[in-house]
């Protein structure tokens, strides 16, 4: 690591550009090795204090560079090339090599598979030209691709096809043009051979849009349920948001290499196969779903993002919390509002909290980044959709619609800040926020305390709530914020009127007083996880139990059981695994006879919490003892109703495999069935016959799952038939590579070292590499954290080879490594040493430099 790349980039210093670029000419002349980029750009000036034009670049050769057709010499600089003294108003002409073949970061232009493709967000722009690459210059982009004709039939870009023909020697040619200005990071281009699948959409206003999708030759059967999405994204915004498309094309191509999940280039967005592939045969419910949410996600960039953008990459939750927003309300309203929400929840606790408690702690709009990638987090963009959702719920559903008028008809076509957002929310419903608007400066997760009293004779019930953040890495003071907490009271022995309110908690601590309650009351706090913090909030058993079954709202309803379960898992890792408490047991009767009325809610009841949200909410954490102590209760559990599970699972089959709501939620219930039918005896034969008559990839991966976490020796049997019915798709191979990684038994580092020597393995593909090193990095928790550090040392091993191929994905590899301040001090010794050896490695990239500094 050379220190000019350490220096931090910050908020405060920005600085409008000195120049913009109206218009971009760009021809692609594409060859494996070395393509030859041509760049036509009208440069003008906008500040007339700055003389010098400095543009970025990055692993690029420069092969010449014209002023106003004059041949000029350049400096070079850090980022890129400085060119002095320039005019006013000129055409600058820039022509470079690059080398797409050997382009393994997956950022700027590269190939994957036989095809070219780009990936320009956040800074990639820069690794195809020399350019103003910040988001704050918008330009209008025509673009040529050339390529050999065979190799390549489609050659694709945004905007409209405006010509295209023959070349010489087997080459051919197409020109596009984006009438819409943007900045670069927007900029796309494939060319390769696929499969096509088109539709049409008519727009609210009659428009004809043509729908390409591009996938992998032979899967067509596998685009259909993408495409429907896109639909359905397209007719939602429409409908909830007045937002019509504005292209007469919209293409999304899906390739096999990619960081990310997908991108919303204008007009062409780019995903990574596995948000595109689904038939029944191949992808679990969860695929379907995380398909249909992805697609609608990009495809809300359109305009919340492309056509209003960033001013800078600080702001880069104003696009991506809003667009996540926006997906969370459109997946809520295709299905079931309550399960998504859950599952978001589980998102926020077990990696959002856990990233604002470790060292990599940053408020949704950060003030500092080194490496931009970097804050692609849960941060800016799960906390960041749970602050615009807040707002929702301070202005409500219609307010909150006149808010995004505002904003979207304000800012049209420009590049602009959170604060520009918050502004039109508050103009739009002359509202103040300004308290709110801490939630985008303050990083960490405020604790909110709870004392709470019934006064029987004056049928008072009174709340004190007081909120404190704890001091995070990054900032040591916090404010105060304003915290809507949205409360439900039902009567404890479920006679009468429950109430539900959402309390504006602004100041440090305040008082709330409710009159009129005659009955003993519980309360549930945060109904609907109304705002992303902790409650710390003694409850009894007896009111938990009463939230779990007279509450209105089931994610308060999941929450109180979650935190029954919770409070046992403790009370047994505490006792060193001898008593066990008797609520949960009851609980469980409870919910299992009832499982056929509400299947999905109950479903998610069942599930234990996970081990990272057990232990977020400890400042210390014995690894062992949890992991022993949810071992035990769940066997206990498995074992006590033995006759139960397995008379629900039977009930619950379904007929021949649909992606359908009612079937989606018998097959999770039933799923969690096998996988407390797996902790007992005599459960072979079922899960043998359940894998052996399944007809889709949710019920397979189920038993497969279930027979992994218990280390059944059936696993290795089903694993084997499974890999020879696959080998040779590489998205249901990265199920299989998966579900070895995160198997937790002594042989795992072993396991891991024979996966990666398996013929599909391959570092350079990221969805191989998360399939394994990330499953176990982040859920093997067993093998992760052997006492002997060998796991950390595992990891590191690997991310020093993998941080010269592609440091993107390395840094994000590393977070469960860097989040350690609970473990034990054994522990927390040995991941320092691996730490250092990262730290004291020569070449380190910026990426995990960042990360592994600041973690040490
Ligand atoms: N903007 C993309 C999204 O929809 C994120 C993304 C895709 C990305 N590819 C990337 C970010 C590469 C950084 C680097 O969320
Ligand atoms: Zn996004």
Known sequence: MSSNQSRAMKLADYQAPGFSVSDIYLEFDLQDEQTRVTAISQVQRVDSAIRDLELDGKKLILEGLWINGTQTEVSLTEQGIRLTEVPDQFELRIETLIDPVNNHALEGLYKSGGAFCTQCEAQGFRRITYFLDRPDVMARYRVKVIADKQDCPYLLANGNLIDSGDAEQGRHWALWEDPFPKPCYLFALVAGDFDKLEDQFTTHSGRQVELQLFVDKGNVSRGQHALDSLKKAMAWDEQKYGLEYDLDIYMIVAVDFFNMGAMENKGLNIFNSKYVLADAASATDQDYFNIESVIAHEYFHNWTGNRVTCRDWFQLSLKEGLTVFRDQQFSADM???????????????????????????????????????????????????????????????????????????????????????????????????????????????????????????????????????????????????????????????????GRSEVLSLTGQQQRFTFENISAEPAVALLTGFSAPVKVDYQSTPGHQLAVILYASDPVARWDACQQLVSDAIFTIAQNDARTVPDFPIELFAGLLEQAQTEPALIAEMLELPSFETLAQQRDRIDVDALLGARKQLKTLLAEKFSAQWQRLFIQLSNPQYDYQQQQVERRRLSGVCLSYLACTEASLDILRQAYKHSDNMTD?????????????????????????????????????????????????????????????????NPNRVRSVMGTFAFYNTEGFHRRDGSGYRFLTDYLLELDAVNPQVAARLITPMIQYAKLDENRQQKIRLQLLRLFEHKSLSRDLYEKVQKAL
């Open 335 to 497: 299905a079931s509002a309550a399960i998504v929400r859950i599952n978001q929840v589980r998102v926020m606790r077990e990696h959002q909290f856990a990233e604002d408690s470790g060292p990599m702690a940053h408020p949704i709009r950060p003030a500092e980044v080194m490496e931009m990638n970097n804050f692609y987090s849960v941060t800016v963009y799960d906390k960041g959709a749970e602050v615009i959702r807040m707002l929702h719920t301070l202005l409500g559903e219609q307010g909150f619609r006149k808010g995004m008028d505002c904003y979207i008809s304000r800012h049209d076509g420009q590049a602009v800040t959170c604060d520009d957002f918050v502004q039109a929310m508050e103009d739009a419903n002359q509202r103040d926020l300004s308290l709110f608007r801490g939630w985008y400066s303050q990083s960490g997760t405020p604790v909110i305390s709870v004392d709470c009293e019934w006064d029987e004779s004056t049928q008072q019930l009174r709340l004190d709530l007081t909120q404190k953040t704890p001091p995070t890495a990054d900032q040591a003071e916090k404010q105060p914020l304003h915290i809507p907490v949205a409360i439900e009271v039902v009567p404890v022995s479920g006679q009468g009127e």
């Open 700 to 764: 397979t991966l189920a038993v497969l799952k279930a027979c992994q976490a218990e280390n059944l020796p059936l696993f290795d049997e089903l694993m084997q038939d499974f890999e020879q019915r696959w080998h040779d798709d590489p998205l249901v191979m990265d199920k299989w590579f998966a579900l070895h990684a995160g198997r937790q038994h002594p042989g795992c580092l072993s396991t891991l070292q024979l996966l990666m020597s398996h013929g599909r393995y391959s570092i350079n």
